[in-house]
Protein backbone atom coordinates (compact mmCIF):
# COMPACT_ATOMS: atom_id res chain seq x y z
CA UNK A 1 0.00 0.00 0.00
CA UNK A 2 3.02 2.42 0.76
CA UNK A 3 4.36 1.62 -2.84
CA UNK A 4 0.94 2.31 -4.21
CA UNK A 5 0.63 5.55 -2.27
CA UNK A 6 4.06 7.06 -3.00
CA UNK A 7 3.38 5.95 -7.10
CA UNK A 8 0.33 8.02 -6.90
CA UNK A 9 1.60 11.15 -5.24
CA UNK A 10 4.42 11.16 -7.65
CA UNK A 11 1.77 10.44 -10.74
CA UNK A 12 -0.01 13.58 -9.28
CA UNK A 13 2.94 15.82 -8.60
CA UNK A 14 4.39 14.78 -12.32
CA UNK A 15 0.58 15.87 -13.40
CA UNK A 16 0.68 19.49 -12.03
CA UNK A 17 4.23 19.90 -13.89
CA UNK A 18 3.09 18.60 -16.88
CA UNK A 19 -0.28 19.87 -17.52
CA UNK A 20 0.17 23.80 -18.86
CA UNK A 21 2.82 22.20 -20.99
CA UNK A 22 1.09 18.97 -22.66
CA UNK A 23 -1.02 21.37 -24.90
CA UNK A 24 -4.92 20.19 -23.53
CA UNK A 25 -5.30 23.38 -21.72
CA UNK A 26 -7.56 25.68 -23.98
CA UNK A 27 -4.87 28.30 -25.23
CA UNK A 28 -7.74 31.29 -25.03
CA UNK A 29 -7.03 31.33 -21.05
CA UNK A 30 -3.21 31.77 -21.49
CA UNK A 31 -3.21 35.76 -22.55
CA UNK A 32 -5.94 36.77 -19.78
CA UNK A 33 -3.63 35.31 -16.99
CA UNK A 34 -0.20 36.12 -18.75
CA UNK A 35 0.14 39.49 -17.01
CA UNK A 36 0.28 38.01 -13.54
CA UNK A 37 2.50 35.18 -14.71
CA UNK A 38 6.04 37.53 -13.30
CA UNK A 39 4.87 37.41 -9.84
CA UNK A 40 4.65 33.61 -9.73
CA UNK A 41 7.76 33.21 -8.28
CA UNK A 42 7.48 35.68 -6.12
CA UNK A 43 4.14 34.67 -4.58
CA UNK A 44 4.91 30.93 -4.11
CA UNK A 45 8.31 31.14 -2.38
CA UNK A 46 7.70 33.91 -0.81
CA UNK A 47 4.85 32.35 1.87
CA UNK A 48 7.60 29.64 2.08
CA UNK A 49 10.47 32.43 3.58
CA UNK A 50 7.71 34.00 5.80
CA UNK A 51 6.51 30.93 7.46
CA UNK A 52 10.08 29.69 7.94
CA UNK A 53 11.78 32.98 9.52
CA UNK A 54 8.71 33.26 12.06
CA UNK A 55 7.99 31.53 15.09
CA UNK A 56 5.12 30.95 16.30
CA UNK A 57 3.58 30.13 19.97
CA UNK A 58 -0.54 30.21 20.39
CA UNK A 59 -0.69 32.23 17.04
CA UNK A 60 1.27 34.82 18.45
CA UNK A 61 4.89 35.64 15.90
CA UNK A 62 7.51 36.06 17.98
CA UNK A 63 9.87 39.22 17.22
CA UNK A 64 12.45 39.65 19.25
CA UNK A 65 14.42 36.70 20.31
CA UNK A 66 14.16 35.44 16.68
CA UNK A 67 17.58 34.98 14.93
CA UNK A 68 16.34 33.80 12.01
CA UNK A 69 14.48 37.08 10.73
CA UNK A 70 17.92 39.01 11.99
CA UNK A 71 19.89 36.80 10.16
CA UNK A 72 17.22 36.59 7.15
CA UNK A 73 17.83 40.73 7.92
CA UNK A 74 21.39 40.68 6.74
CA UNK A 75 20.47 38.01 4.12
CA UNK A 76 18.12 40.63 2.29
CA UNK A 77 21.09 43.09 2.48
CA UNK A 78 23.34 40.95 1.26
CA UNK A 79 21.39 39.85 -1.49
CA UNK A 80 20.77 43.28 -2.42
CA UNK A 81 24.25 44.29 -2.05
CA UNK A 82 25.92 41.28 -3.70
CA UNK A 83 22.95 40.12 -5.74
CA UNK A 84 24.72 36.38 -5.21
CA UNK A 85 23.04 33.59 -4.31
CA UNK A 86 26.16 32.09 -2.77
CA UNK A 87 27.12 35.02 -0.76
CA UNK A 88 23.35 35.87 0.59
CA UNK A 89 23.31 32.15 1.68
CA UNK A 90 27.00 32.13 3.47
CA UNK A 91 26.15 35.35 5.65
CA UNK A 92 22.95 34.78 6.30
CA UNK A 93 24.08 30.91 7.56
CA UNK A 94 27.11 32.39 9.26
CA UNK A 95 25.13 35.17 11.21
CA UNK A 96 22.52 32.98 12.56
CA UNK A 97 25.16 30.23 13.94
CA UNK A 98 27.49 33.02 15.69
CA UNK A 99 23.53 34.54 16.94
CA UNK A 100 22.01 31.51 18.25
CA UNK A 101 25.86 30.46 19.68
CA UNK A 102 27.15 33.40 21.09
CA UNK A 103 24.35 35.69 21.83
CA UNK A 104 21.80 35.57 24.72
CA UNK A 105 19.25 38.41 24.60
CA UNK B 1 26.39 30.29 -27.66
CA UNK B 2 26.03 27.01 -28.09
CA UNK B 3 23.44 24.26 -26.20
CA UNK B 4 26.68 22.93 -24.06
CA UNK B 5 27.41 26.62 -22.57
CA UNK B 6 24.01 26.96 -21.41
CA UNK B 7 23.74 23.57 -20.31
CA UNK B 8 26.65 24.35 -18.29
CA UNK B 9 25.91 28.04 -17.39
CA UNK B 10 22.49 26.05 -15.52
CA UNK B 11 24.43 23.53 -13.76
CA UNK B 12 26.81 26.44 -12.32
CA UNK B 13 23.93 28.75 -11.71
CA UNK B 14 22.12 25.69 -9.61
CA UNK B 15 25.02 24.60 -7.65
CA UNK B 16 25.22 27.49 -4.63
CA UNK B 17 21.44 26.49 -4.37
CA UNK B 18 22.58 22.85 -3.58
CA UNK B 19 23.99 24.49 0.38
CA UNK B 20 20.16 24.79 0.91
CA UNK B 21 19.00 21.22 -1.11
CA UNK B 22 21.56 18.79 0.16
CA UNK B 23 20.99 19.26 4.00
CA UNK B 24 17.12 19.60 3.70
CA UNK B 25 17.43 15.55 1.41
CA UNK B 26 19.45 14.69 4.35
CA UNK B 27 17.17 15.58 6.75
CA UNK B 28 13.94 14.03 4.48
CA UNK B 29 16.34 10.45 4.23
CA UNK B 30 16.74 10.47 8.38
CA UNK B 31 12.85 11.21 8.48
CA UNK B 32 11.88 8.85 6.11
CA UNK B 33 13.86 5.68 7.59
CA UNK B 34 12.55 6.88 11.48
CA UNK B 35 9.30 7.08 9.91
CA UNK B 36 9.28 3.55 9.08
CA UNK B 37 9.63 3.41 5.49
CA UNK B 38 12.07 0.83 3.69
CA UNK B 39 15.37 2.17 2.36
CA UNK B 40 14.54 1.45 -0.77
CA UNK B 41 11.02 3.46 -0.44
CA UNK B 42 13.00 6.25 1.37
CA UNK B 43 14.96 6.20 -1.82
CA UNK B 44 12.71 5.39 -4.34
CA UNK B 45 10.65 8.04 -3.07
CA UNK B 46 13.01 11.34 -4.43
CA UNK B 47 13.12 10.00 -7.70
CA UNK B 48 9.20 8.80 -7.95
CA UNK B 49 8.12 12.36 -6.80
CA UNK B 50 10.83 14.34 -6.72
CA UNK B 51 9.71 17.57 -4.67
CA UNK B 52 11.59 18.61 -1.10
CA UNK B 53 8.65 19.27 0.90
CA UNK B 54 5.78 17.21 0.29
CA UNK B 55 8.23 14.26 0.56
CA UNK B 56 9.07 15.51 4.44
CA UNK B 57 4.80 16.14 4.92
CA UNK B 58 4.57 12.53 2.57
CA UNK B 59 6.50 11.18 5.66
CA UNK B 60 5.03 12.87 8.25
CA UNK B 61 1.57 11.37 7.04
CA UNK B 62 2.76 7.97 6.75
CA UNK B 63 4.25 8.00 10.28
CA UNK B 64 0.85 8.88 11.54
CA UNK B 65 -1.02 6.60 9.66
CA UNK B 66 -2.79 8.92 7.72
CA UNK B 67 -5.18 7.79 4.50
CA UNK B 68 -4.24 7.53 1.16
CA UNK B 69 -6.69 10.28 -0.02
CA UNK B 70 -5.57 12.87 3.02
CA UNK B 71 -1.65 11.91 1.59
CA UNK B 72 -2.81 11.96 -2.17
CA UNK B 73 -4.73 15.55 -1.03
CA UNK B 74 -1.61 17.50 0.80
CA UNK B 75 1.29 15.94 -1.32
CA UNK B 76 -1.12 17.57 -4.44
CA UNK B 77 -1.82 20.47 -2.52
CA UNK B 78 1.81 21.19 -1.40
CA UNK B 79 2.56 20.32 -5.29
CA UNK B 80 0.40 22.46 -6.85
CA UNK B 81 2.52 25.16 -6.97
CA UNK B 82 4.63 23.61 -9.98
CA UNK B 83 0.89 23.64 -12.04
CA UNK B 84 1.75 27.81 -11.75
CA UNK B 85 5.86 27.18 -12.19
CA UNK B 86 4.82 25.10 -15.68
CA UNK B 87 2.33 27.92 -16.56
CA UNK B 88 4.74 30.27 -16.24
CA UNK B 89 7.43 28.80 -18.41
CA UNK B 90 4.58 27.63 -21.43
CA UNK B 91 5.92 30.35 -23.61
CA UNK B 92 8.94 29.22 -23.41
CA UNK B 93 8.67 25.14 -23.61
CA UNK B 94 5.26 24.71 -25.41
CA UNK B 95 6.98 24.55 -29.14
CA UNK B 96 9.38 21.63 -27.90
CA UNK B 97 8.86 18.22 -28.71
CA UNK B 98 6.66 16.37 -25.96
CA UNK B 99 9.82 14.41 -24.88
CA UNK B 100 11.46 17.24 -24.04
CA UNK B 101 8.67 18.70 -22.39
CA UNK B 102 8.05 15.65 -20.52
CA UNK B 103 11.37 15.68 -19.38
CA UNK B 104 11.85 19.27 -18.35
CA UNK B 105 8.04 19.03 -16.64
CA UNK B 106 9.74 16.06 -14.65
CA UNK B 107 12.38 18.73 -13.29
CA UNK B 108 10.60 21.56 -12.63
CA UNK B 109 11.23 22.12 -9.29
CA UNK B 110 11.49 25.08 -6.95
CA UNK B 111 15.38 25.39 -7.37
CA UNK B 112 15.68 24.68 -10.75
CA UNK B 113 12.58 27.09 -11.56
CA UNK B 114 13.82 29.69 -9.43
CA UNK B 115 17.42 29.42 -11.30
CA UNK B 116 15.92 29.28 -14.89
CA UNK B 117 13.14 31.61 -14.52
CA UNK B 118 15.72 34.37 -14.26
CA UNK B 119 17.28 33.03 -17.59
CA UNK B 120 14.19 32.16 -19.35
CA UNK B 121 12.78 36.28 -18.07
CA UNK B 122 16.11 37.54 -19.33
CA UNK B 123 16.85 35.66 -22.83
CA UNK B 124 13.06 35.15 -24.14
CA UNK B 125 14.23 34.64 -27.61
CA UNK B 126 17.04 32.05 -26.98
CA UNK B 127 16.03 29.33 -28.32
CA UNK B 128 18.10 26.54 -26.45
CA UNK B 129 16.92 28.29 -22.60
CA UNK B 130 15.83 24.68 -22.69
CA UNK B 131 19.54 23.18 -21.91
CA UNK B 132 19.60 25.63 -19.07
CA UNK B 133 16.48 24.36 -17.27
CA UNK B 134 18.32 20.57 -17.84
CA UNK B 135 20.95 21.99 -16.37
CA UNK B 136 19.47 22.97 -13.15
CA UNK B 137 16.89 20.09 -12.65
CA UNK B 138 19.71 17.42 -13.68
CA UNK B 139 21.84 19.04 -11.12
CA UNK B 140 19.37 19.83 -8.63
CA UNK B 141 17.84 16.17 -9.27
CA UNK B 142 21.45 14.29 -8.66
CA UNK B 143 22.30 16.55 -5.28
CA UNK B 144 18.70 15.44 -4.27
CA UNK B 145 19.46 11.82 -4.78
CA UNK B 146 23.14 11.55 -3.25
CA UNK B 147 21.83 13.69 -0.19
CA UNK B 148 18.64 10.97 0.24
CA UNK B 149 20.96 8.45 0.68
CA UNK B 150 23.52 9.99 2.94
CA UNK B 151 20.34 11.11 5.41
CA UNK B 152 19.40 7.28 4.56
CA UNK B 153 22.93 5.85 5.92
CA UNK B 154 23.22 8.55 8.41
CA UNK B 155 20.25 7.65 10.28
CA UNK B 156 19.61 9.98 13.08
CA UNK B 157 23.51 11.27 13.50
CA UNK B 158 22.06 14.54 11.96
CA UNK B 159 24.55 17.71 12.82
CA UNK B 160 23.27 20.17 15.29
CA UNK B 161 24.16 22.81 13.06
CA UNK B 162 21.98 21.87 10.36
CA UNK B 163 18.65 23.75 10.66
CA UNK B 164 16.00 22.76 8.19
CA UNK B 165 13.82 25.75 8.98
CA UNK B 166 16.13 28.42 8.26
CA UNK B 167 18.40 27.01 5.32
CA UNK B 168 15.11 26.33 3.37
CA UNK B 169 13.83 29.94 3.43
CA UNK B 170 17.43 31.57 3.39
CA UNK B 171 17.73 30.03 -0.33
CA UNK B 172 14.60 31.43 -1.58
CA UNK B 173 15.53 34.25 0.33
CA UNK B 174 18.63 34.88 -1.50
CA UNK B 175 16.73 33.87 -4.82
CA UNK B 176 13.50 36.40 -4.98
CA UNK B 177 15.01 39.55 -3.81
CA UNK B 178 17.09 40.15 -6.79
CA UNK B 179 13.82 39.68 -8.24
CA UNK B 180 12.06 42.35 -6.64
CA UNK B 181 12.58 45.20 -9.14
CA UNK B 182 9.20 47.02 -8.92
CA UNK B 183 6.68 48.33 -6.74
CA UNK B 184 3.89 45.98 -7.94
CA UNK B 185 6.30 43.03 -7.42
CA UNK B 186 7.15 44.50 -4.00
CA UNK B 187 3.44 44.87 -2.77
CA UNK B 188 2.86 40.96 -4.03
CA UNK B 189 5.92 39.79 -2.04
CA UNK B 190 4.56 41.52 0.88
CA UNK B 191 1.30 40.54 0.45
CA UNK B 192 1.62 36.84 -0.04
CA UNK B 193 3.99 36.63 2.98
CA UNK B 194 1.70 38.19 5.63
CA UNK B 195 -1.54 36.54 3.94
CA UNK B 196 0.71 33.07 4.62
CA UNK B 197 0.76 34.04 8.04
CA UNK B 198 -2.74 34.37 8.36
CA UNK B 199 -3.64 32.07 7.01
CA UNK B 200 -0.99 29.36 8.22
CA UNK B 201 -3.49 27.30 10.85
CA UNK B 202 -5.47 25.95 7.64
CA UNK B 203 -4.52 22.20 6.84
CA UNK B 204 -3.62 20.53 4.07
CA UNK B 205 -0.79 23.26 3.44
CA UNK B 206 -3.47 25.57 2.08
CA UNK B 207 -1.71 28.48 3.08
CA UNK B 208 0.55 28.06 0.10
CA UNK B 209 -1.90 28.45 -2.71
CA UNK B 210 -3.98 30.78 -0.54
CA UNK B 211 -1.10 33.60 -0.25
CA UNK B 212 0.12 32.78 -3.90
CA UNK B 213 -3.64 33.84 -5.16
CA UNK B 214 -3.24 36.71 -2.88
CA UNK B 215 -0.03 37.80 -3.80
CA UNK B 216 -0.85 37.68 -7.41
CA UNK B 217 -4.25 39.59 -6.96
CA UNK B 218 -2.13 42.69 -5.16
CA UNK B 219 0.79 42.06 -7.84
CA UNK B 220 -1.69 42.81 -10.73
CA UNK B 221 -3.63 45.72 -9.29
CA UNK B 222 -0.96 47.24 -8.65
CA UNK B 223 0.66 47.16 -12.00
CA UNK B 224 -0.30 50.36 -12.73
CA UNK B 225 1.56 52.47 -10.30
CA UNK B 226 4.76 50.62 -12.01
CA UNK B 227 3.99 52.34 -15.13
CA UNK B 228 4.17 55.54 -13.37
CA UNK B 229 7.76 55.30 -12.81
Redesign the interface.
Given at each position: ??????????F???L????????IMPKKL?PN?K????????????????????V?EN?I?FVTENF?LY??II??LA??VF????I???L??LS??LMSNFLNI | MNKWIIFRQGILEELPLQLGVFPFGIIYGIMAIESGLTPLQSFLMSSIIFGGASQIVFVQLISSSSSIPIILTSITAINSRHFLYSLSMYDFLIKLKLKWRIILAYLLTDEAYAVSIRKFMKEPNNSLLRYHLLGTGLTLFTSWQMATLTGILLGGNLPQFLDLNFIIPLTFLAIIVPMINSISTFFAVLSSGLSSLYFKNLELSLWILLAGIVGLFVGFITRKLDKKE
Open positions: MTWLTIVLCGFTFMRFIPLSGYIPSLEYIPLVVLTPIIFNGLSFNIKSAAVAINNVLTITGMFL | -
